[in-house]
């Protein structure tokens, strides 16, 4: 089959086309775009990663189109239904970094909790060991809330537990043998809100959970309480969580992803309102951003990239595995 991959990086085109030998395989570093299509559109398998954006035009361009493999678990950025109407296979790997992804979560909390960042910066600017204004607090004792109990969220609580915290959770299908198993309990969302100390994001992006955290329910949030988002920006509304940070409602953001964030990292020229409230929030001085790095770890692109050739394999056999179900 002809198989065209994006957004490579490193060493991993010498990977894929060893791995897909006796295969055509086409390797792009590029993301994957309406507007920077490739100039071959007759692939029949293409793999992309987050960055890319196979929307309803991205589909419609390739008309051998048979497989698109997301290198990724979450398939928000993949237009499910056209590829459905198309008969087109969409595969994720499924489980490649839920302790990856819970531990870097942990990281954007200490680094919090402890002024890490800060600290970092006034030795490095003033040369003197000066702690004004780096008082942090512990994690011992607080209040922990997971938004989403799957593979990740399950990981960040035993994390939660590790550090003595108590732990609650909120999740759409409650997992009672796990709530006993692990000793937290599910609670709605309003009362996860106003209890918790430390808000931890990990669901994926779906139409029910876009702007999840939003200006309606911005105020039920304990006053002072941390927002940790490893998930996908869109599930917090940008404006409440900048509203939220501004009055105290949340005392500080430790962001892995932001609303709009493909459309922002592509070579296209973005919306001026989207950058304008992106930077606002990367100035803010009690906001962390990072560049959507929880998963890049080597143990987990290894899992990524292995469970990826075997999902193309298994498609190639006629015997497809890890397939993504188009929304009804």
Same mark, same amino acid.
């Given at each position: 089959?002809?198989?065209?991959?994006?957004?490579?990086?490193?060493?991993?085109?010498?990977?894929?086309?060893?791995?897909?030998?006796?295969?055509?395989?086409?390797?792009?570093?590029?993301?994957?775009?309406?507007?920077?299509?490739?100039?071959?559109?007759?692939?029949?398998?293409?793999?992309?990663?987050?960055?890319?954006?196979?929307?309803?035009?991205?589909?419609?361009?390739?008309?051998?189109?048979?497989?698109?493999?997301?290198?990724?678990?979450?398939?928000?950025?993949?237009?499910?239904?056209?590829?459905?109407?198309?008969?087109?296979?969409?595969?994720?790997?499924?489980?490649?970094?839920?302790?990856?992804?819970?531990?870097?979560?942990?990281?954007?909390?200490?680094?919090?909790?402890?002024?890490?960042?800060?600290?970092?910066? /006034?030795?490095?600017?003033?040369?003197?060991?000066?702690?004004?204004?780096?008082?942090?607090?512990?994690?011992?004792?607080?209040?922990?809330?997971?938004?989403?109990?799957?593979?990740?969220?399950?990981?960040?609580?035993?994390?939660?537990?590790?550090?003595?915290?108590?732990?609650?959770?909120?999740?759409?299908?409650?997992?009672?043998?796990?709530?006993?198993?692990?000793?937290?309990?599910?609670?709605?969302?309003?009362?996860?809100? /106003?209890?918790?100390?430390?808000?931890?994001?990990?669901?994926?992006?779906?139409?029910?959970?876009?702007?999840?955290?939003?200006?309606?329910?911005?105020?039920?949030?304990?006053?002072?309480?941390?927002?940790?988002?490893?998930?996908?920006?869109?599930?917090?509304?940008?404006?409440?969580?900048?509203?939220?940070?501004?009055?105290?409602?949340?005392?500080?953001?430790?962001?892995?992803?932001?609303?709009?964030?493909?459309?922002?990292?592509?070579?296209?020229?973005?919306?001026?309102?989207?950058?304008?409230?992106?930077?606002?929030?990367?100035?803010?001085?009690?906001?962390?951003?990072?560049?959507?790095?929880?998963?890049?770890?080597?143990?987990?692109?290894?899992?990524?990239?292995?469970?990826?050739?075997?999902?193309?394999?298994?498609?190639?056999?006629?015997?497809?595995?890890?397939?993504?179900? /188009?929304?009804?």
């Amino acid at each position: 089959m002809k198989i065209g991959i994006f957004n490579i990086r490193g060493s991993e085109e010498e990977f894929f086309k060893n791995a897909l030998a006796g295969n055509e395989v086409e390797c792009f570093s590029t993301s994957l775009l309406a507007e920077n299509l490739p100039q071959s559109k007759d692939f029949e398998v293409i793999s992309v990663f987050t960055d890319s954006k196979v929307d309803f035009p991205v589909i419609d361009a390739f008309s051998n189109l048979k497989l698109i493999a997301a290198r990724s678990t979450g398939t928000d950025h993949i237009d499910l239904k056209r590829a459905s109407e198309k008969n087109i296979t969409v595969s994720n790997v499924p489980v490649y970094g839920e302790s990856t992804v819970a531990e870097f979560a942990f990281a954007l909390l200490l680094a919090i909790a402890k002024k890490i960042v800060q600290a970092d910066l /006034s030795v490095k600017i003033t040369e003197k060991f000066n702690r004004e204004g780096l008082m942090g607090f512990d994690l011992i004792g607080k209040t922990f809330g997971v938004i989403g109990t799957g593979h990740i969220g399950t990981s960040a609580i035993k994390i939660a537990k590790g550090f003595n915290m108590e732990v609650i959770a909120f999740d759409a299908y409650p997992n009672q043998e796990l709530a006993e198993k692990l000793q937290f309990s599910y609670v709605s969302l309003e009362q996860l809100l /106003s209890r918790s100390d430390v808000i931890s994001l990990h669901i994926p992006l779906l139409p029910e959970t876009k702007h999840l955290i939003n200006q309606k329910n911005i105020g039920f949030i304990k006053r002072g309480a941390v927002l940790i988002n490893t998930s996908r920006g869109e599930i917090v509304e940008s404006q409440a969580l900048i509203q939220g940070l501004e009055t105290g409602i949340i005392s500080a953001a430790g962001l892995d992803v932001m609303e709009n964030e493909i459309t922002l990292r592509a070579n296209t020229e973005p919306d001026p309102e989207e950058v304008k409230i992106n930077d606002k929030l990367i100035e803010m001085s009690n906001v962390i951003v990072t560049p959507h790095n929880a998963s890049n770890t080597k143990e987990a692109m290894d899992r990524i990239r292995q469970t990826t050739v075997d999902n193309i394999k298994a498609f190639i056999n006629s015997n497809p595995q890890n397939v993504v179900k /188009s929304p009804s």
